[in-house]
């Protein structure tokens, strides 16, 4: 291999390897929101809403969000129970055996959320699908950066067989 060879060899190891770690940190950022983002499409696959009555109450991360558990009876009668985590805000007030408007997917009940925590989770699904794209672009990054180098290297070892 000549020196400009290997100067883009070297440039494509660089470029496969900062791919890999940002694969590796948007999965990461991926698998955070995942959960929420795909209870979120899932129940805006087929939303179904209800009334239920909340069961239980719990506080979670120092304040910040509020636990409620709940019950609620489906369109075809069935009685599910779920839980959300709300975050907290002046405008919202629980207490335990409150009404509360739930949404569900009428497909999958257990999918299941209070309708102002569904309404936070919007936003998971935007960053949920922007790092799927991110993985699959850096794939792609990182397979394309593979086939150069292979190319880059046969050339060389054709070179170096025909001299000798």
Known sequence: MDQAQQAQHDSLTTGKMLSVLFCII?????????????????????????????????????????????????????????????????????????????????????????VTAHSQNQGNVYIFLFSLLGIVTSGYLFFKYSLIQLKIKRESDLRQYQKS
């Open 26 to 114: 948007i999965g990461i950022v991926m698998l955070m929101s995942k959960d929420e983002a795909i209870s979120y499409l899932v129940i805006e696959s087929d939303l179904e809403s209800a009334t239920g009555k909340i069961g239980n109450l719990a506080s979670h991360k120092q304040g910040v969000d509020i636990k409620v558990s709940y019950i609620f009876a489906t369109t075809s009668g069935d009685e599910m129970k779920g839980e959300s985590k709300i975050l907290k805000s002046g405008t919202y007030s629980y207490s335990q055996g409150d009404e509360l408007s739930i949404v569900y997917s009428k497909w999958f009940p257990t999918f299941n959320e209070e």
